[in-house]
Antibody
Framework: QLQLQESGPGLVKPSETLSLTCTVSGDSISGSNYFWGWFRQPPGKGLEWIGNIYYSGSTYYNPSLKSRVTISVDTSKNQFSLKLTSVTAADTAVYYC??????WGQGTLVTVSS | DVVLTQTPLSLSVTPGQPASISCKSSQALLHSDGKTYLYWYLQRPGQSPHLLIYEVSSRFSGVPDRFSGSGSGTDFTLKISRVEAEDVGVYYCMQGTHLPHTFGQGTKLEIK
């Protein structure tokens, strides 16, 4: 059964870089014809797409975040990662990874605060 | 960006009664590959979104057949034929045809 699990710091200081990793089990990133993506949801608000990556490394980003976002894949570890630079309080959210369009991971809350 | 407008934003339904949620897109969602990438998700309280419907009308694995999706172009609908207590939560439509992918505002369903 395909499962995804996000991991990374739950607290990041303003202006620093948010880094999260998604570990995939039950399927091979390199062996599947799917996109793998990151989404986020600020507390009490709706969902936002951050970006997608294909196993080959092709990436697609939300223009609203594009200058600050990098998504990468490590097929040897069956993981893909998110980096978001220069974070502010507005980046506080639950971050989800997913095989587009399903399933999603359980999500991890990242708070931006000093 | 494509704007998805969901209506209603909230609804209260008696168990066993039907429910319907509309999702209207600011642009047609037919992709050049011939598919329409319109999805419906349910986010139960405290959980991550769970896919119900993909490509307008295909039920995802394990989704009860009381859920159905329909529509084309810019107008789409999710219907629940008989609401059950486990259906409470927030329903979102999402489009994957155009970049950036976008979501509707969400529709909160509660049980009367």
């Amino acid at each position: 059964q395909l499962q995804l699990q996000e991991s990374g710091p739950g607290l990041v200081k303003p202006s620093e870089t948010l880094s999260l990793t998604c570990t995939v089990s039950g399927d091979s990133i390199s062996g599947s014809n799917y996109f793998w993506g990151w989404f986020r949801q600020p507390p009490g608000k709706g969902l936002e797409w951050i970006g997608n990556i294909y196993y080959s490394g092709s990436t697609y980003y939300n223009p609203s975040l594009k200058s600050r976002v990098t998504i990468s894949v490590d097929t040897s570890k069956n993981q893909f990662s998110l980096k978001l630079t220069s974070v502010t309080a507005a980046d506080t959210a639950v971050y989800y990874c997913a095989r587009v369009a399903a399933p999603w991971g359980q999500g991890t809350l990242v708070t931006v605060s000093s | 960006d494509v704007v998805l407008t969901q209506t209603p934003l909230s609804l209260s339904v008696t168990p066993g009664q039907p429910a319907s949620i509309s999702c209207k897109s600011s642009q047609a969602l037919l992709h050049s590959d011939g598919k329409t990438y319109l999805y419906w998700y349910l986010q139960r309280p405290g959980q991550s979104p769970h896919l119900l419907i993909y490509e307008v009308s295909s039920r995802f694995s394990g989704v009860p057949d009381r859920f159905s999706g329909s529509g084309s172009g810019t107008d789409f609908t999710l219907k629940i034929s008989r609401v059950e207590a486990e259906d409470v939560g927030v329903y979102y439509c999402m489009q994957g045809t155009h970049l950036p992918h976008t979501f509707g505002q969400g529709t909160k369903l509660e049980i009367k």
